[in-house]
């Protein structure tokens, strides 16, 4: 089994910065694409950015240029650093793996952006 574990969430202010980390069980080139994603209270989960083992990574537009994903394929871990907050930022960010069979989701870690 492949599990995925998502830490360094917690509450920082507006304009603050944060980095996430995502450790995989397994080797990450047993997945297509890492991915990080984010689900507010009462909205849908949405795609925040994604890196393809081939290719150019994906950002939604509302963190492009804020945002980053990286990946240390020899660590088997992933990375979003995340600049300049923002309130709206606040949501449960989960990492994903993506495979044709539908990937591994971590748990969630909270990021909470406020004063």
């Known amino acids: 089994q492949g599990q995925l574990v998502e830490s360094g969430g917690g509450p920082v202010q507006p304009g603050g910065s944060l980095r996430l980390s995502c450790a995989a069980s397994?080797?990450?080139?047993?997945?297509?694409?890492m991915a990080w994603y984010r689900q507010a209270p009462g909205k849908e989960r949405e795609l925040v950015a994604k890196r393809p083992r081939w290719g150019s990574s994906h950002y939604a537009d509302s963190v492009t240029g804020r945002f980053t994903i990286s990946v240390d394929n020899a660590k088997n871990m992933v990375y979003l650093q995340m600049n300049s907050l923002k309130p709206e930022d606040t949501a449960v960010y989960y990492c994903k793996g993506d495979r044709p069979d539908g990937g591994a989701w971590g748990q969630g870690t909270q990021v909470t952006v406020s004063t």
């Open positions: 397994e080797s990450i080139f047993m997945f297509d694409a």
